[in-house]
């Protein structure tokens, strides 16, 4: 499940932290979209103000050079960014081990400039930053580019889609679980939780899914989204949200279940990571 809220974490000078990559974001009266390493982390429509922390080391699959995109676009039918429109947003560097609560280092930062003497229709910015975890993994780089299908691969992302729905719906949590094996995997090394905690986070979603009073239908009007280089893909809706989402009348709540499909070497099947 997605989740936005403030992350505090923790800072130390030891060899051997546990680093903990958050992104920080102030935007004002705009379309904002972070991309780290070609794969969409934030994208939200702020018609005000709004500014967290959000951690995405589950992107970060080694150590070595990252790539970030910040974008901030205009708001919904909306032809330039508002004369107020503003972005400010850096990678803060933090350690889970820590007792202290300010970031060990800050990396690509950049803040949007002023639009005064002329209206912008859109501001795209990209940097780099050095990453530094003490994992390595595969993840989707050696990952098949769906691009070749073509045609072809909607009605399969389709198929998948429903076949995790099917689960959802008929409560076939050991078939669900096994279908998120691999993208908690990830997130588990990636994140260093424990195997409690790794359960925790499943049980989190299969409550929410218990409670809920509706699954979302997938729409004709759901677009697919490519990342990481055509290597990931997955089925958004008009809000660039994941489209696979849950609904509790109750409590008003909408929960979204974060995916992407990928398919590996060898393989003709999308699969979740």
């Not at 935007?27 to 967290?52: E, F, H, K, T, Y």
């Not at 929410?208 to 809706?237: H, Q, Y």
Request: aromatic content about 10%; hydrophobic content about 35%; glycine content about 4%.
């Amino acid at each position: 499940m997605k989740r936005r809220k403030v992350i505090e974490t923790q800072t130390k000078t030891d060899k051997k932290m546990r680093p903990f990559y958050t992104i920080y974001f102030n935007a004002r009266m705009c379309n904002m979209r972070i991309s780290v390493n070609d794969i969409p982390v934030l994208s939200m429509a702020v018609d005000g103000q709004c500014s967290s922390r959000y951690p995405f080391n589950n992107l970060l699959l080694e150590s070595g050079l990252a790539n970030i995109k910040y974008e901030a676009l205009p708001l919904k039918r909306e032809m330039h960014l508002r004369e107020g429109a503003y972005l400010n947003c850096k990678v803060e560097l933090y350690d889970m081990d820590s007792t202290h609560y300010q970031p060990i280092s800050i990396m690509a930062h950049y803040e949007t400039p002023s639009q005064e003497e002329s209206k912008m229709p859109y501001i795209v910015h990209e940097d780099s930053f050095q990453v530094d975890v003490p994992y390595e993994l595969t993840g989707w780089k050696q990952s098949i580019r769906l691009y070749r299908f073509k045609d072809q691969l909607r009605p399969m992302v389709i198929r998948k889609y429903h076949s995790i729905i099917a689960m959802m719906r008929n409560f076939s949590f050991s078939q669900y679980e096994d279908a998120f094996r691999e993208r908690e995997d990830i997130i588990s090394e990636c994140f260093f939780l424990s195997e409690e905690e790794k359960r925790n986070r499943m049980k989190e979603v299969e409550d929410a899914i218990m409670n809920c009073s509706e699954i979302a239908p997938l729409l004709s009007t759901d677009k697919l989204e490519f990342a990481a280089d055509g290597r990931l893909v997955r089925l958004i809706k008009g809000d660039g949200e994941s489209a696979l989402r849950i609904r509790n009348a109750e409590t008003g709540e909408e929960t979204m279940i974060e995916l992407w499909l990928h398919m590996k070497q060898g393989s003709t099947t999308l699969t979740i990571i």
